[in-house]
Nanobody, 128 residues
């Protein structure tokens, strides 16, 4: 079973940037997983942020992330990234990366239930 470990969260002012990382270890080779980022704010349900296919030729973003966030993967380093720019206070949440082993459509990747493995999360706080 692959294990995921997020890092890179922190406190940033509105308009600032952060880059989150998700390091994978164990399990299948990293490029056999489609990967996604989700977030969960206090008192709210976990929501989809972005996903990338196994080959990185398909990427999907939530509307809230389009134009501000970029998801990318480095299979040589077994690492998934989320570059976040123009951050807003409403981006404050715990951010989770997740891996999906089976083939799925990109639209399916919006659903948390389609993922097999989750990291423990990293807190992002955006101050106004």
């Amino acid at each position: 079973q692959v294990q995921l470990l997020e890092s890179g969260g922190g406190l940033v002012q509105a308009g600032g940037s952060l880059r989150l990382s998700c390091a994978a270890s164990g399990g299948r080779t990293f490029d056999m997983y489609a990967m996604g980022w989700f977030r969960q704010a206090t008192g709210r349900e976990r929501e989809f942020v972005a996903a990338v296919s196994r080959t990185a030729n398909s990427i999907l973003y939530a509307r809230s992330a389009e134009g501000r966030f970029a998801i990318f993967r480095d299979d040589a380093k077994n690492t998934l990234y989320l570059a976040m720019n123009s951050l807003k206070p409403e981006d404050t949440a715990v951010y989770y990366c997740a891996a999906a082993a089976a083939r799925r459509s990109m639209e399916d990747m919006r659903q948390a239930a389609e993922y097999d493995v989750w990291g423990q999360g990293t807190q992002v706080t955006v101050s106004s």
